[in-house]
Structure formats: C-alpha cells, structure tokens
C-alpha cells in the first residue's frame, strides 16, 4: 500500500513537472504573439528551420557557454521565432564576447573614449551582436519595437535591450543587451 502511495506522489509530481513547463512554453509563445500550435504543426512536419546563424564558428560555443548571461538566451530565442515568423528570416549572431583589444580598436576613433575608456556588456558576456543587413528599414523598426515592449533593461535608466547603432566604421548592427546586476532585467506583460 504504501508502494501505491509513493508512485501516486510521483505521478501526481510529473504531471505537476509537464503542466508547468507547458504553461511556461505557452506564456513564452503568447509573448512573442505566436500561436503555439503553429509551432508544434511547423515541428512535426519538420518545417522549423534553425532560426540562428553564426559568422564565425566560435560564436556557437559563445552562445552556448555557461558565462553568457541566460538572460540574453531567452531574449535571442524570443526575438528569433518572432523573426522568422513576422519576416522568413533568421538571426545572424555577428559578436558576443569582445576583448578589451576589440574594444579599444572598435572605438580607436571615438574622441570620448580617447579621453575615458569606457567597457562594453560584451566584455561581461552581457551583450549579443547581430546582422542587420537583410531586413528593411521596416523590419528593423518592428524588430526594435518588438524587443523594447517585451523586455525592460531596467526601470531605474532609460537603456533599452534592443538597439540598432553602428560602431566606428565596423557598420550597422542590432545590439542586445543586459543589466549587470541581474536585477532589473525583465520580461514586460
């Protein structure tokens, strides 16, 4: 009897287990405003692409090293269904870890940072780099838009997680990023 007890709390635990993550899935895919059923029939009929590219080979293992900010990974996956769903496209991760050398080459022309130094959110795995350079003025505004009415840097600046700029000569670039503090860095309902 008391056999039959603990397999019933164990049943009752997984199924608890399946219900979480499935509202979890279900939360995440109402945020970024896709019907989740569409991407179960999308899987099933192996139709969903990877959604993210990389530049450079090593840029994979960055992606995947437990020094990256886990922050930055639900953002990228948020943002890469949204974009292959709203434009057919995928992601191209161009830079994610930067060393102080790239740093200073990046900004060699920047009179501010010839006077002060400053660091970036890459030299603390706290930043993602990608390609812009195949979507539209358009997709780009919808693509900021998007990950600004989702995701809050925080609420004490006014730095947002997604932004388009350019750096030096090095060209135009979607910028994610992260608080440093793990603190204020949050999903917006």
Not at 34 to 44: A, F, L, Q, R, V
Not at 74 to 81: E, F
Not at 96 to 120: A, G, V
């Amino acid at each position: 009897m008391e056999k039959l007890i603990q397999e019933e709390k164990k049943m009752k635990s997984v199924l608890e287990n399946i219900r979480h993550k499935f509202q979890e899935v279900r939360e995440m895919h109402n945020l970024i405003g896709i019907e989740i059923e569409e991407i179960y029939t999308m899987i099933n009929n192996k139709k969903l692409p990877e959604l993210i590219e990389f530049k450079h080979p090593h840029l994979k293992d960055e992606l995947y090293s437990e020094k990256l900010d886990n922050r930055l990974l639900v953002i990228l996956y948020a943002l890469s269904t949204f974009v292959y769903f709203n434009f057919k496209k995928i992601l191209i991760i161009t830079e994610i870890f930067r060393t102080q050398e790239l740093q200073d080459l990046y900004y060699r022309d920047n009179l501010e940072y010839k006077i002060k130094k400053w660091y970036s959110v890459h030299q603390y795995w706290r930043g993602i780099d990608c390609s812009v350079y195949y979507f539209t003025d358009k997709e780009q505004e919808k693509i900021i838009e998007f990950l600004n009415s989702r995701f809050q840097y925080s609420e004490f600046n006014d730095y947002k997680v997604g932004l388009i700029h350019s750096v030096s000569d090095f060209g135009k670039h979607l910028h994610l990023q992260v608080d440093g503090l793990h603190l204020y860095t949050k999903i917006l309902k």
